[in-house]
């Protein structure tokens, strides 16, 4: 008898574990989609057109705060620098992940080095980084913020907070977060150095940025709005990426191929071409 009620115990656990599975599983479907870098199934509860709404009504509400102010910007501010920008912009987008949506650069005054995207169709640029860098070092920015939207990691890192929350422990959500910030940022270094070699930029220029950042600043974290790596560090893995994606850059020109490159290239291959190949 005990024979029996043990193993219908254990049975009974057995259907609870599938279930809480099962559960689990379903709950995961729900809040991932495909990644349109990798091909593979990764963290958002984020519609692309309902991420597109909210982040440009974000930039919007900036933007009529900049007006209210009675600040200048894009071509109103510096025509010749947000032509440079339009220009540099234009090269970098045809090449992304996202060069079927329309998206429109903006120039604000601002003398920090700061650029950055909301989830939606803008990119955002202060005038002190342009002032700063030459145009293959812009261009290594602009396709590093255009990557934390390629990636979804706006809708990444909301849905990774939510998910925190639920653990209750705020240190526990706290070192969760800013690990996962700080991979995000090699993700999107990684996506915006193979940007530069497909739009003919030199995607060395990453690399020289972090250099003279660590030269100036030493290890600060706080260059960018992001939970960026330290400099040092940064400088050397963007190296690394440079020298896998060399062979991709023509000088001046956007790769004819950029448009399979970009999915499959030396720092990865698309997961539904590695089935094809592997049922092949």
């Given at each position: 008898m005990l024979?029996i009620?043990?193993?219908s115990?254990?049975?009974?656990g057995?259907q609870?574990?599938q279930n809480l ?6 709950v995961a479907?729900?809040?991932s ?6 091909g593979q199934?990764?963290l958002s ?6 991420q597109?709404?909210?982040?440009n009504a974000a930039v919007?509400?900036?933007?009529a705060g900049e007006?209210?102010a009675?600040?200048k910007i ?5 025509r010749?620098q947000y032509?440079?920008?339009i220009?540099i912009?234009d090269?970098i ?9 329309r998206?429109?650069p903006?120039?604000?005054?601002r003398d920090?080095f700061?650029?950055?995207t909301?989830g939606?169709?803008y990119?955002?640029?202060?005038s ?8 293959a ?13 390629v990636a ?5 890192r909301?849905?990774?907070?939510q998910?925190?929350?639920l653990a209750s422990?705020?240190?526990r959500?706290?070192g969760?977060q800013?690990a996962y ?5 090699r993700?999107?270094?990684r996506i915006?150095?193979?940007y530069s070699?497909?739009?003919g930029?030199?995607p060395?220029?990453a690399?020289?940025?972090w250099?003279?950042q ?5 290890n ?9 790596p330290?400099n ?11 020298n896998k994606?060399?062979?991709y850059y ?7 191929n950029a448009?399979?490159?970009r999915?499959n290239?030396?720092?990865w291959?698309k997961?539904?071409n ?7």
């Amino acid at each position: 008898m005990l024979l029996i009620l043990t193993a219908s115990t254990i049975l009974s656990g057995c259907q609870t574990l599938q279930n809480l599975d099962k559960g689990l599983y379903n709950v995961a479907e729900s809040i991932s989609e495909t990644d349109r870098v990798t091909g593979q199934r990764t963290l958002s509860a984020a519609d692309r057109s309902a991420q597109i709404r909210q982040g440009n009504a974000a930039v919007e509400q900036m933007l009529a705060g900049e007006k209210k102010a009675g600040r200048k910007i894009n071509a109103s501010l510096d025509r010749k620098q947000y032509q440079r920008l339009i220009r540099i912009f234009d090269r970098i987008h045809r090449v992304s992940h996202l060069s079927q949506e329309r998206w429109q650069p903006i120039l604000i005054d601002r003398d920090s080095f700061n650029a950055f995207t909301t989830g939606g169709t803008y990119i955002v640029v202060h005038s002190g980084l342009m002032k700063q860098l030459n145009d293959a070092e812009v261009a290594a920015v602009v396709g590093h913020e255009i990557a934390h939207t390629v990636a979804n990691h706006v809708g990444e890192r909301q849905t990774t907070q939510q998910l925190s929350a639920l653990a209750s422990s705020a240190a526990r959500q706290k070192g969760f977060q800013a690990a996962y910030t700080h991979e995000l940022e090699r993700e999107a270094d990684r996506i915006g150095v193979l940007y530069s070699a497909l739009a003919g930029y030199d995607p060395y220029a990453a690399t020289r940025i972090w250099q003279r950042q660590f030269k100036e600043q030493g290890n600060a974290r706080s260059l960018f709005a992001h939970d960026h790596p330290v400099n040092a560090e940064r400088a050397a893995e963007t190296k690394v990426l440079a020298n896998k994606v060399k062979q991709y850059y023509q000088p001046g020109r956007i790769n004819p191929n950029a448009a399979t490159l970009r999915d499959n290239n030396s720092l990865w291959q698309k997961r539904e071409n590695r089935d094809q190949a592997t049922a092949g």
